[in-house]
């Protein structure tokens, strides 16, 4: 199945942000092939549709940071203003302020990738977790192990024997 954007091109767009992951006015814009302005005029013209959870303004040190690490370019790119950074559900309800056949199309790519992106942290954790208990085992056995050469280096060591005197005794008296 062929999609209208790779998965692997929306993974590099989404950004983890307020520990939430979540793609960029900028990013979105570029992949719905329409301009950032628009994009933001259709939000703000339905603004009601899109509270704090979906969608929410980055401040001026989260746009600062973005800049350093070449995210975005300058923050005059986008007219002085801080770009909208939109959550999961966020863009999902883009697809109903953006009619258009591509940005349902692009929606239908994104929350598949966000799916894909869930699915892989939740395999990380699973995997985490055996490792976890691979580690008590293996520490566990460690000690055991650990005692069983205790044990082996006593045995190879021989036992002191007492030597009975050799000589004569002096009788007293």
Do not use: C, W
Not at 80 to 92: I, K, L, R, W
Not at 120 to 141: D, P
Request: proline residues 4%; glycine residues 4%.
């Amino acid at each position: 199945m062929e999609t209208i954007v790779p998965a692997g091109v929306i993974e590099r767009r989404i950004l983890l942000i307020r520990g939430q992951k979540v793609m960029l006015s900028m990013h979105l814009a570029e992949l719905y092939t329409v301009e950032t302005r628009t994009l933001n005029q259709a939000v703000k013209r339905n603004i009601n549709r899109f509270p704090e959870d979906f969608m929410f303004q980055l401040n001026d040190s989260e746009t600062e940071n973005l800049v350093s690490q070449n995210v975005i370019p300058h923050k005059r790119h986008f007219g002085g203003s801080s770009p909208y950074a939109f959550t999961e559900q966020g863009v999902a309800m883009l697809s109903s302020v953006l009619n258009s056949e591509r940005a349902i199309q692009v929606n239908i790519a994104v929350m598949r990738t966000f799916v894909k992106l869930k699915k892989m942290i939740s395999a990380n954790k699973e995997l985490a977790h055996k490792l976890e208990q691979l580690e008590r085992k293996i520490e566990k056995h460690d000690g055991e192990i650990k005692l069983i050469f205790d044990a082996i280096r006593q045995l190879m060591t021989p036992p002191e024997k007492k030597r009975p005197m050799i000589g004569f005794k002096r009788a007293e008296g």
